[in-house]
């Protein structure tokens, strides 16, 4: 069964960070482009950040530009979202999503470009 599972996500106070972890299950994430996204309460799902398969892309949305850098280590068929600078505007569900082609490398238009999606995990950033 393909499926993606994230982790890493939790309670941390502004300024702290946290690295989320993406990975394959029942298929080498090698082969893919993934994705980031997150969704607030009440507002539509929106792209963080995306990596090509072999790592010659990267994108960032301007929120997240200069705070969270995407990395993957396909040895382990995961990506990681490592998170620094967390802000209270931040909190959401992340999750990752993967296709095996995307223009450009990989994309932070629309989600439903992406087939493979995680169960998500929570990030709340709050004092």
């Known amino acids: 069964q393909v499926q993606l599972v994230e982790s890493g996500g939790g309670l941390v106070q502004p300024g702290e960070s946290l690295r989320l972890s993406c990975a394959g299950s029942?298929?080498?994430?090698?082969?893919?482009?993934v994705g980031w996204f997150r969704q607030a309460p009440g507002k539509e799902r929106e792209g963080i950040s995306c990596i090509s398969r072999r790592d010659r892309v990267r994108r960032y949305a301007d929120s997240a530009k200069g705070r969270f850098t995407v990395f993957r280590d396909n040895a382990a068929s995961t990506v990681f979202l490592q998170m620094n600078g967390l802000q209270f505007e931040d909190t959401a569900i992340y999750y990752c999503?993967?296709?095996?082609?995307?223009?450009?490398?990989?994309?932070?238009?629309?989600?439903?470009?992406?087939?493979?999606w995680g169960q998500g995990t929570q990030v709340t950033v709050s004092s």
């Open positions: 999503a993967a296709v095996s082609n995307a223009p450009g490398g990989c994309t932070l238009g629309s989600p439903t470009e992406y087939i493979y």
């Open positions: 029942g298929f080498s994430l090698d082969n893919y482009a």
